[in-house]
T-cell receptor, first 112, second 112 residues
Framework: KNQVEQSPQSLIILEGKNCTLQCNYTVSPFSNLRWYKQDTGRGPVSLTIMTFSENTKSNGRYTATLDADTKQSSLHITASQLSDSASYICVVSAGGSYIPTFGRGTSLIVHP | NAGVTQTPKFQVLKTGQSMTLQCAQDMNHEYMSWYRQDPGMGLRLIHYSVGAGITDQGEVPNGYNVSRSTTEDFPLRLLSAAPSQTSVYFC???????????FGSGTRLTVV
């Protein structure tokens, strides 16, 4: 069964600090991995997409990494801002499947 | 572009009542899906469609019906509401299977 596990479940950091969120997956055959940001009361919004051949991708202060061998991805947030407070969801798609596998998300709170 | 539009944003139902959650997209996306999001459970797939006239069940389809008569619209019907259906419902669309989702802003449903 395809699974996506995210850690930590929740995280509290001070404004200006960096943090890293983890995503481990057992999805086969791997097609791509996306990170979504979900603000409170809103729908998720895509941050990055990574395919098998990519190991790093940046979107502003967000940098995603992918290790296809160990089936792990991380999302690094640099110089956090209050607006980074949200849930971050890892989603992995399998080749030939209509249905992506969602992680349960990491809830990030950034305090001033 | 409006993207994905969901109505209503909030709804309270009595047990046993029926209702339809509306979802419309204006991006000419072939793929549309309905998810429910519960605390600690992440997003779970209810039903999905890969084109007009084609629908299939997801992970938690019981108690829900869908139809896809046009590319733009994908309504979700609750046949006889139960308190277990209290949740936040998201409609999402995407161009093709390996593309990212565009999510609506959600419908918060309470069944009493």
């Amino acid at each position: 069964k395809n699974q996506v596990e995210q850690s930590p479940q929740s995280l509290i950091i001070l404004e200006g600090k960096n943090c890293t969120l983890q995503c481990n997956y057992t999805v086969s055959p791997f097609s791509n991995l996306r990170w979504y940001k979900q603000d409170t009361g809103r729908g998720p919004v895509s941050l990055t997409i990574m395919t098998f051949s990519e190991n790093t991708k940046s979107n502003g202060r967000y940098t995603a990494t992918l290790d296809a061998d160990t089936k792990q991805s991380s999302l690094h947030i640099t110089a956090s801002q209050l607006s980074d407070s949200a849930s971050y969801i890892c989603v992995v798609s399998a080749g030939g499947s209509y249905i992506p596998t969602f992680g349960r998300g990491t809830s990030l709170i950034v305090h001033p | 572009n409006a993207g994905v539009t969901q109505t209503p944003k909030f709804q309270v139902l009595k047990t046993g009542q029926s209702m339809t959650l509306q979802c419309a997209q204006d991006m000419n996306h072939e793929y549309m899906s309905w998810y429910r999001q519960d605390p600690g459970m992440g997003l779970r797939l209810i039903h999905y469609s890969v084109g007009a006239g084609i629908t299939d069940q997801g992970e938690v389809p019981n108690g829900y019906n869908v139809s896809r008569s046009t590319t733009e619209d994908f309504p979700l019907r609750l046949l006889s509401a139960a308190p277990s259906q209290t949740s936040v419902y998201f409609c999402a669309s995407r161009y093709q299977a390996n593309y990212g989702y565009t999510f609506g802003s959600g419908t918060r449903l309470t069944v009493v």
